[in-house]
């Protein structure tokens, strides 16, 4: 009996893994979207770049000059199009 419904057990939750597969995943994003992202990663890493250079800022400026760089790929992330 014991083996009749660990069998049951295990049909059932394979049953239900491969029923959600097809459902795994994201909607896919378009080449305009992909493109607006990469360009505000860009702005994003270059600002980094230039809060982090020899002769920039150091502490709570950095840490501004940092989380509005963060805020600003943010909105530019939400800009692009869908």
């Given amino acids: 009996?014991?083996?009749a419904?660990?069998?049951?057990?295990l049909i059932l939750i394979l049953a239900c893994g491969f029923a959600a597969a097809p459902h795994a995943g994201g909607p896919k994003h378009s080449p305009a979207h992909d493109a607006a992202v990469k360009r505000c990663t860009e702005a994003y890493e270059a600002a980094a770049a230039g809060a982090h250079a020899p002769n920039s800022p150091k502490g709570e400026a950095?840490?501004?000059?940092?989380?509005?760089a963060a805020e600003a790929k943010k909105d530019?992330?939400?800009r692009a199009p869908k």
């Avoid at 419904?5 to 057990?9: D, N, S, V």
């Fill in 5 to 9: 419904i660990t069998t049951a057990t």
């Fill in 1 to 3: 009996m014991k083996n």
């Fill in 62 to 68: 950095r840490k501004r000059a940092m989380h509005a």
């Fill in 76 to 78: 530019c992330i939400a």
